[in-house]
């Protein structure tokens, strides 16, 4: 039985085939993901194209049959079509939308996903912050929402007050104090005071204040090496716009 449904939310693929049709992604409010066709939209002058293009967060009016979506009205919120005009922002956008799609085949409902991917679009075109800060912030705070918050307020072995001379494992997900380190062995990384500050003020702080904050440049590369192998490990697999963003910050060969 086919019904009306309205949902809003954010695509995050889109896919063409035939010669007008496009299926996309949309990481909808609730935090799921669901797969629209959409009829004729790459037709010249079609009336919806704008609300469903890549990045664009929209009202969508759906028709539904059989768990299948298929595109009958559409109204655009806002785009953030612009942050294809930079490289390397697109890259990271593609990045996040990858990992948002990862955690939302969760069951679980999680409203807070797609607030988190539309605050990193904001970030990425509002030019405030860097590009490598937004990224770590992302993949750290993604996978703590999906219920893989590292430990961080004390120590995970004793329950000491950490301070400076904290060690994490990305492995773990824990971090310990010195004396905790020395005793159990293994592959642990000393953090930079910095580094521990923004690890905690990401995965505790209001969603919205996420990418609000500072770090040096020393801390700011040990936490986005932190957070990237984190996000990595949790997600037990690769992803492509992540190897192209690498590949936009490499030196030109004979550099």
Known sequence: MQQHTTVRGLVIRETDFGDADRYITVLTDAGAKIEVLCRGIRRRGSRLGGAVRLFCYSELTLYESRGRFTLNDAALHTSFWGVTQDIEGYALACY?????ALVAESDEPNPALTRLVLYALHALTG?????????????LRVFADAGFAPRLDACGACGSVLDEG????VREGVAV???CARRLGGGWITLAPGTLAAMRHIVACE????????????????????CERYALLNADRGFDSLTFYHSLLAPAPGR
């Not at 996040?96 to 948002?100: G, T």
């Not at 904290?166 to 494992?169: E, G, I, N, R």
């Open 207 to 226: 969603l919205k204040r996420v990418f609000s904050f500072t770090l040096g440049a020393q801390s700011l590369v040990q936490l986005g090496e932190i």
């Open 177 to 179: 104090c010195p004396d």
């Open 166 to 169: 904290a060690l994490f494992s």
């Open 127 to 139: 030019g405030k912050r860097p590009f490598p800060l937004i990224k770590a912030a992302f993949e």
């Open 96 to 100: 996040f939308a990858e990992l948002a």
